[in-house]
């Protein structure tokens, strides 16, 4: 038992759950707290953040990229208040995170006093566990607990500390429970219901699978059952790289975010096998398709449509079974038809990245950055066109890494998730890509990363639009009215930050920019990077229905939707497999 002031006996419960940062603004009603860290600041790094938003982001996108929890604080009132977006984020998103939020000293607590706020009642939606602490003694004991809730629960945990009361002296001895985080699900599949799945797969005539990020680590296993039953793969968008990206057998996403090849395999298909998702647009699928779902959440299974064959388990477990099974599949007329559709559909993506003569494309930005990201890449995605090109084209297909807001789908999470991956790895390339909608929400926190020297490659898409909802008002026949951005040297303002910046315009301007960012990452650069890409406004295809398939289609209908996304050399799959 050692005597401590009750701030830093929080540090070293951090510490002991391996927390190694934590993200927030110092304020007067959370200094004691701060001091605290202070005390173990060789163990445990204070990022000062710019914007308390920004730090909380970070921490979910933290937790996302290491399967460990992140942590954030903020100040009592509005500190409190900026946490929100990240906390609904790691909600949504179903990963661990731990607020430490300051509060009024107890002295003056219910007196009406400065920033006071009841913030106990603000966190019942969002938070998993929230608990105002009452005494000095408690503190350590309440934040061990909610980082067990917020593991258990996967989700974001609150706890709200009097400032005064951080700063006491108690009496402090480590906690002999062990930091037990990473939990593995252990099923025994009963053999007749793997028994009908695979009947089933063998019976059907375009059967797919369909993969979440209750898949991830589970790669080799995927890609062998994919092989081993001729199964088409799709993934959801969060679980991009669950399948590596260029296998001929992956066929992307279905959604607006998603490919021809996976909007069309699964429009064809007779049997779906989800495994891992509780993918909420499973419910768009064409009737009359048996789906069976694998999930080790019982409440999600049918939630978003009823299933033929319930499977409650872990994911890798599940298709570890399967690869256990003497049965071996050719490849199917359906596979091989939908390998073409997926060939067809990269060539015409990189044949628009290589035509700057309008303006630079998009698709010509996420080919170069794949050609210089290294295997290891972490890339860090915002909302809106920009994570559309990014999850079409960005390389998953080795030891990368990939986090976006998925669910949530906040704006402004692209550089707080390169600020939390190059802090988490920071012998990796960093990438994050950005609309400049989005950058400009979070632009200040570029500071950060000139602070703490992190050489993140932030890459900035300005078209001086919101082009996601652009494109939901021209699906609507309304007005572009309240959707044009003022647009901005990025780059330039980079520079002022004490960060790198290129501008980019065409081809040419572009892969000099990345040549050089190659020269600067090879020399130990140390200072962040914006790319200032000004690309031409193009409304991407949207892959969420696709009306090219003649046999469902009239030509006028099939053309009209061809002209406007300036689709060419993409036969529709029905008529690939009728020429096989």
């Known amino acids: 038992m050692t005597k401590m002031k009750a701030g830093q006996a929080l540090a070293k419960v951090l510490e002991d759950w391996q927390v190694d940062h934590i993200y927030g603004i110092t304020a007067d009603s959370i200094n004691n707290t701060v001091d605290g860290l202070y005390q173990e600041k060789d163990k445990i790094k204070y990022i000062q953040v710019r914007h308390e938003e920004v730090g909380s ?30 906390l609904y984020d790691a909600k949504m998103d179903h990963v661990p995170v731990l607020a430490i939020v300051g509060q009024s000293a107890t002295g003056v607590m219910n007196t009406s006093f400065f920033q006071e706020m009841n913030q106990d009642p603000m966190f019942v939606d969002v938070a998993v566990f929230h608990e105002q602490v009452v005494s000095a003694q408690q ?104 399948m590596p990206t260029d296998h001929p057998n992956f066929m992307g996403s279905r959604g607006r975010l998603g490919t021809k090849p996976g909007f069309e395999v699964s429009q064809m298909a007779d049997l779906v096998v989800s495994v891992g998702t509780n993918y909420p647009f499973l419910r768009f699928l064409p009737e009359g398709v ?65 035509d700057d003569s309008e303006g630079l494309p998009a698709e010509a930005v996420m080919k170069t950055i794949k050609q210089h990201a290294n295997d290891d890449a972490i890339f860090g995605a915002d909302v809106g066109n920009n994570t559309e090109w990014a999850v079409r084209q960005l390389p998953l297909n080795k030891n990368q890494k990939f986090t976006l807001s998925s669910w949530f789908a906040t704006m402004g999470y692209g550089l707080p998730s390169g600020l939390a991956g190059k802090l988490s790895f920071p012998d990796r390339q960093v990438f994050t890509i950005s609309g400049d909608g989005g950058y400009a929400m979070v632009m ?114 099939i053309d009209r939707f061809k002209k406007t996304y300036n689709i060419f050399g993409q036969p529709a799959l029905s008529e690939i497999l009728k020429d096989m």
């Open 290 to 354: 048996k789906i069976i779902q694998v999930n080790n959440n019982a409440a999600d299974i049918g939630k978003q449509r009823d299933v033929d064959l319930a499977i409650l388990g872990d994911g890798k477990g599940f298709l570890e079974e399967l690869l256990k099974r003497d049965v071996t599949i050719a490849p199917t007329n359906f596979l091989k038809a939908a390998r073409l559709d997926k060939q067809n559909w990269d060539k015409w993506l990189d044949t628009l990245a290589d």
């Open 139 to 242: 503190i350590p004991y309440v934040v061990d607990q909610a980082i067990r809730a917020a593991y258990a629960h996967k989700g974001p945990a609150v706890v709200i500390i009097p400032d005064d009361l951080s700063g006491q002296e108690i009496d402090f001895t480590d906690f002999k429970t062990a930091p037990i985080y990473k939990e593995q699900m252990q099923t025994k599949f009963n053999e007749a219901t793997i028994d009908k799945v695979v009947n089933a797969i063998q019976n059907a005539k375009h059967p797919i699978l369909w993969a979440g990020v209750g898949l991830k680590g589970a790669t080799k296993e995927l890609v062998a059952v994919s092989e081993k039953y001729s199964l088409p793969v799709l993934s959801t968008v969060p679980a991009t790289g669950v």
């Open 444 to 557: 200040q926190d570029l500071l950060t990363e000139v602070k703490y020297q992190l050489p993140v490659v932030n890459v900035v898409l300005e078209n001086k639009v919101f082009g996601f909802i652009q494109h939901e008002k021209i699906a609507a026949k309304q007005a572009p009215y309240g959707i044009d951005l003022q647009g901005a040297n990025w780059a330039g303002i980079a520079e002022n930050m004490g960060a790198i910046g290129f501008t980019v315009t065409d081809q040419k301007s572009l892969s000099e920019a990345f040549d050089k960012i190659d020269e600067l990452q090879k020399s130990g650069n140390t200072r962040p990077i914006v790319v200032d890409a000004k690309i031409k406004n193009v409304d991407p295809v949207d892959t969420s229905f696709m009306p090219l398939d003649p046999d469902q289609f009239d030509q006028a209908t």
């Open 57 to 86: 982001l970070a921490a979910s996108a933290d937790a996302k990229l290491t399967g460990k929890i992140g942590v954030s604080f903020g100040s009592a009132g509005p500190g409190a208040t900026h946490l929100f977006n990240g």
